[in-house]
C-alpha cells in the first residue's frame, strides 16, 4: 500500500501592513544664513536668515535642516511642505528651495564653505508672511539617500535690482522654519478600461 505524502502549499505571500495615516510638524534643528560679501563669516546664531540677491558679489543664502523621520510601515510621503516666516520680503522675487549634497555645521558654515546642492527646486514668490514651497520630491530623496536639508536662495542671484528676504530663525523663537509632511498610503491606480475585442 502507498501510502499519500501530504505536500505543503505555496506559501502565502505576507498581507501588506496597513498605512498608520499620520501628519507630522517639525522644526528646524539648524539653520544659518550665509553672505557672499562676508565669505568666511559664520551666521548660525541670528534670529532673522537673509535671502538676498544683490550685483557686486553680495547675495545671501538661508541654509535649514530637519530630522525628518521615516515614513510609517506602509506609508509613502503624501505631501511635504517648507514652511517659512519672512518678516520682510521682496513679492517680485522668486525663491528657490533645494536639497544640500553635504552636510554643515550650523556655527561654523560660511559662504566659502557651504556645501554644493543637488536635485531640482521648488520654486515660490517672496513676499511678507508665510512662505511655502512643495518639496515632496526633496524629502523623497532624502528619505531615499541622506538629509543635509535645504537651502534657500534667489533664483536670479546677482542681480541689479534684486530683492531681500528676511525671515525668521529658529533662534527667533517665534514662528521658526517647519516642515510638514503627510505620511498616507500608496495610491492605487485605477483599472483602466478593458481592451477592444480584436
Do not use: Y
Not at 19 to 28: M, N
Not at 47 to 71: C, E, H, T, W
Not at 158 to 172: C, N, V
Amino acid at each position: 500500500m502507498v501510502l499519500g505524502l501530504a505536500v505543503a502549499g505555496p506559501a502565502q505571500a505576507a498581507e501588506a501592513v496597513p498605512c498608520q495615516e499620520s501628519t507630522v510638524t517639525l522644526t528646524a534643528q539648524a539653520d544659518a544664513w550665509i553672505d557672499e560679501d562676508g565669505s568666511m563669516s559664520n551666521k548660525g546664531s541670528d534670529s532673522i536668515l537673509m535671502v538676498r540677491s544683490a550685483a557686486d558679489g553680495k547675495n545671501a543664502r538661508a541654509l535649514v535642516r530637519f530630522a525628518v523621520p521615516a515614513p510609517p510601515a506602509g506609508c509613502v510621503v503624501e505631501f511635504a511642505r517648507l514652511r517659512m516666516f519672512v518678516s520682510s520680503g521682496d513679492p517680485s522675487s522668486r525663491l528657490e528651495v533645494v536639497r544640500l549634497a553635504f552636510g554643515w555645521s550650523e556655527n561654523l558654515v560660511t559662504w566659502s564653505s557651504q556645501p554644493p546642492t543637488v536635485g531640482s527646486a521648488a520654486v515660490a514668490w517672496g513676499g511678507d508672511g508665510h512662505m511655502q514651497w512643495n518639496v515632496r520630491s526633496q524629502v523623497e530623496d532624502m528619505l531615499g539617500s541622506a538629509n543635509h536639508g535645504f537651502v534657500i536662495r534667489d533664483a536670479v542671484e546677482s542681480a541689479e535690482a534684486g530683492g531681500d528676504q528676511s525671515f525668521h530663525s529658529r533662534e527667533k523663537g517665534d514662528e521658526p522654519p517647519q516642515l510638514v509632511v503627510r505620511f498616507a498610503a500608496p495610491q492605487t491606480e485605477a483599472p483602466g478600461p478593458p481592451a477592444e475585442p480584436t
